[in-house]
């Protein structure tokens, strides 16, 4: 291995946004994915940057923070950003994708970059060189082993759930009807199966007495909060779901003119519109059970699965204990972990903490010390939030306001413009902090993003 070729293991989401920022800056990379040899609990094809579950890049609202960081992404020129982009498909205020057309856009870019080399093999240790591990949550079990032996602890896992695909031609449309919440976006992109109360309190009553996966598990199960198994809200209350994902406001039953007791939303799968999952309704339920539950609810009689929902195991380290907030090891400082073994949840979250590997790599290979993304900044409050020493437990997080550097005390911010005022000062330092620090950054984007969210912002 030579010191100037930077080894990036895992071809998913991080691993591809790392490998494109390097390798655009015509710096070497071996890009090392393990499948299709090898295989996860839940990839199903050999292609890079697949999306395991949810074909959805949520929110793209400007002033909402999975929004704000796309944004910020942009400015950097994110392969991942682009690829949504040029795949997405209808879905309302969020950036959802065609999965096959994403990935082929990813596959796409990094073949045409002479300077990235892509091996199909599995890596079993940490390199010693100049490495970028973005092995994800189901990183194979010697690298897991190795990065362990690295940090010397256990490391961190907890259990997440995936929600079934159904086939869009089994699903009877004269009950399950095409509406946005709000009217938002166009009109079918989302379906809607309605539940009266009594539909909703059997599926309740089902969903906690069915059967569940049994999961090689040698610890008590914990999920992830952000992504919780549907029979796992149920246990909670019987209006939980009600009030969560299967919550029916903003839709009205056209055959009935009347908003529903409670809603299962389907979300358009692919571009042929034929696969659609059910929003919100991770499983971890035994197959049979599944299917025998689902097919008691109006409109889905004769609904055929493309996917079952299941349930896996997501393995990330203790950032807060082992990285500094440029993704590097503390005890190998030329290792960094990005994506979801990190500490981030999330596509998108995953794929900004490859860039930001990424751009510090190149700066590292080039003699540069790596900068340390401000924490008012979407991309800067997870670096800060994943390796902040004061946590009572480190869960995984999705990128929200709750882990920006709070607004300044002082001028009273109304509630409904709370959210602007963060994005426009996220944008605002990004920039300031991109031009201090030399990193390429595409300057009339981000004045255009700052003009939209305030005229005077910019
Ligand atoms: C089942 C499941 C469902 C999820 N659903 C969602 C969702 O709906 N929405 C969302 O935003 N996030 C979701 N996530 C969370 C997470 O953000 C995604 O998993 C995301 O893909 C993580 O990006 P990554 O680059 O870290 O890992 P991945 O995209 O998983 O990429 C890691 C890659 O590394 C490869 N690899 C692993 N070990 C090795 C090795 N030793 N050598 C070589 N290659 C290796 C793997 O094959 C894989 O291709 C889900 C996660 C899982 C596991």
Redesign the pocket.
Same mark, same amino acid.
């Given at each position: 291995m030579s010191e100037s070729c930077i080894e990036i293991?895992?071809?998913?989401?991080?691993? &591809? =946004?790392a490998a494109y920022q390097l390798g655009k800056r015509g710096i070497a990379v071996r890009l090392? =994915?393990?499948?299709p040899d !090898?295989?996860?609990?839940?990839?199903q094809t050999d292609r890079?940057?697949?999306?395991? &579950?949810? $074909?959805?890049? !949520?929110s793209d609202e400007r002033d909402h923070p999975v929004g704000l960081i796309k944004r910020e992404m942009a400015a950097f020129d994110s392969l991942i950003v682009k690829a949504a982009r040029a795949s997405s498909i209808p879905a309302g205020g969020a950036l959802a994708v065609d999965r096959e057309a994403f990935s082929g856009h990813v596959m796409q870019a990094l073949e045409s970059l002479n300077a990235v080399s892509l091996i199909r093999? =599995?890596?079993?240790e940490i390199p010693p060189g100049f490495s970028i591990i973005?092995?994800?949550?189901? &990183?194979?079990d010697?690298?897991?082993q190795s990065v362990h032996q690295q940090l010397g602890d256990t490391g961190l896992y907890f259990y997440?759930?995936?929600?079934p695909v159904i086939e869009y031609d089994s699903l009877d449309l004269e009950v399950v009807f095409a509406q946005s919440r709000y009217g938002k976006g166009e009109g079918s992109d989302y379906l809607n199966i309605p539940l009266s109360k009594a539909q909703y309190l059997e599926l309740h009553r089902d969903l906690v007495t069915a059967e569940r996966a049994e999961i090689k598990a040698h610890d008590s199960l914990k999920f992830f909060e952000g &992504?919780l198994p549907v029979e796992v809200m149920a246990d909670r209350g019987v209006d939980t779901l009600r009030f969560g994902p299967l919550k029916p406001v903003g839709l009205t039953d056209p055959r009935t003119d009347q908003q529903p007791y409670a809603v299962i939303q389907l979300r358009q799968d692919n571009y042929a519109r034929s696969h659609w999952n059910l929003v919100g309704f991770?499983t971890q339920l035994k197959w049979g059970d599944q299917r025998r539950i689902l097919q008691k609810l109006p409109g889905m009689a004769n609904a055929r699965f493309v996917r079952f929902g299941?349930?896996?195991r $997501?393995t990330f380290v203790d950032s807060t204990k082992h990285l500094l907030p440029t993704f590097q090891l503390k005890n190998h400082p030329q290792c960094m972990l990005?994506?979801?073994?990190?500490g981030?949840?999330?596509?998108?979250?995953?794929?900004s903490?490859?860039l930001m590997c990424g751009l510090n790599m190149a700066r590292m290979i080039r003699g540069h010390a790596p900068v340390v993304f401000p924490s008012t900044t979407a991309m800067g409050s997870l670096a800060h939030y994943v390796t902040f020493q004061g946590h009572r437990e480190l869960q995984p997080t999705?990128v929200n306001y709750g882990i920006f550097e709070p607004l300044p005390p002082g001028k009273k911010i109304k509630r409904s413009d709370r959210r602007r005022a963060y994005a426009i000062r996220a944008l605002q330092d990004l920039l300031r902090f991109a031009l201090a620090s030399e990193l390429d950054i595409d300057e009339p984007f981000l004045r255009t993003q700052l003009a939209e969210l305030e005229p005077t912002a910019v």
């Open positions: 293991i895992g071809g998913g989401l991080a691993g &591809c =946004e090392y =994915e393990m499948r !090898r295989k996860t609990a839940v990839h890079l940057a697949e999306l395991v &579950c949810s $074909n959805s890049f !949520r093999q =599995e890596v079993t973005a092995a994800g949550p189901l &990183c194979s010697a690298l897991a997440d759930a995936i929600a &992504c991770q299941m349930i896996h $997501n990005a994506g979801q073994i990190s981030v949840e999330g596509y998108i979250e995953s794929a903490v490859g999705n």
